[in-house]
């Protein structure tokens, strides 16, 4: 069960759009469409923000989109803003149990 | 609006034993997976274990496979985590996490604050 890689940080300015990878396996990433995709701001629990590769929970902004290729998913943040800067998290089902991303720090210049 | 409260962090010596519960309310707890999830100190978040809403299918990171227990009570809209034979490596902040739906593995829509346990001789 090892991680899934993502880099340890994307930077954008305020309105462009950043993506965020997720590389794993086809033992997870690569064989199931159960990709999700957190936000967490310092010292605050995750807040889902993607599940099932690209559906959004009701309340999160449309500026939020998640894909998959292969062993591979992403999370594009569209409109970059401030409060987008945070954290952020991909995980995925294994065959037998789930597994995060190493984490993503997203910087707003 | 959920709200999830976990309990039953501190420190322990390696070895050593927990039980973390985590109350539930504002929500039919009984339909629900939930999750614990964990962050050691500056790190990123692992995923620990799962329930299904009925309690009946349950599935654990293979780091605490044959030490820790997930478990519910849905008469008491609780979730506990029944740690044994704790490791450094465990220290983290505990979260309880409520499932999208009733199987086991649904990701987690609502997060408690977390707990923090701390294993240190």
């Known amino acids: 069960q090892s991680a899934l890689t993502q880099p340890a940080s994307v930077s954008g300015s305020p309105g462009q759009s950043i993506t965020i990878s997720c590389t794993g396996t086809?033992?997870?990433?690569?064989?199931?469409?159960?990709v999700s995709w957190y936000q967490q701001h310092p010292g605050k629990a995750p807040k889902l923000m993607i599940y099932?590769?690209?559906d959004r929970p009701s309340g999160v902004s449309n500026r939020f989109s998640g894909s998959k290729s292969g062993n591979t998913a992403s999370l594009t943040i569209s409109g970059l803003q401030a409060e987008d800067e945070a954290d952020y998290y991909c995980?995925?089902?294994?065959?037998?149990?789930?597994?995060f991303g190493t984490g993503t720090q997203v910087t707003v210049l | 609006e959920v709200q999830l409260v976990e309990s039953g962090g501190g420190l322990v010596q390696p070895g050593g034993s927990l039980r973390l519960s985590c109350a539930a309310s504002?929500?039919?707890?009984?339909?629900?997976?939930m999750s614990w999830v964990r962050q050691a100190p500056g790190k990123g978040l692992e995923w620990v274990s799962g329930?299904?809403?009925?309690?009946?299918?349950?599935y654990y990171a293979d780091s605490v496979k044959g030490r820790f227990t997930i478990s519910r009570d849905n008469s008491k809209n609780t979730l506990y985590l029944q740690m044994n034979s704790l490791r450094a490596e465990d220290t983290a902040l505990y979260y309880c996490?409520?499932?999208?739906?009733?199987?086991?593995?649904?990701?987690?829509?609502?997060w408690g604050q977390g707990t923090l346990v701390t294993v240190s001789s």
């Open positions: 996490a409520k499932g999208t739906g009733t199987a086991a593995r649904k990701p987690s829509d609502s």
């Open positions: 504002r929500f039919t707890f009984s339909s629900y997976a």
């Open positions: 329930i299904s809403a009925s309690g009946g299918t349950t």
């Open positions: 086809s033992s997870d990433v690569g064989g199931y469409n159960y």
């Open positions: 099932d590769v690209s």
């Open positions: 995980s995925s089902y294994t065959s037998s149990s789930t597994v």
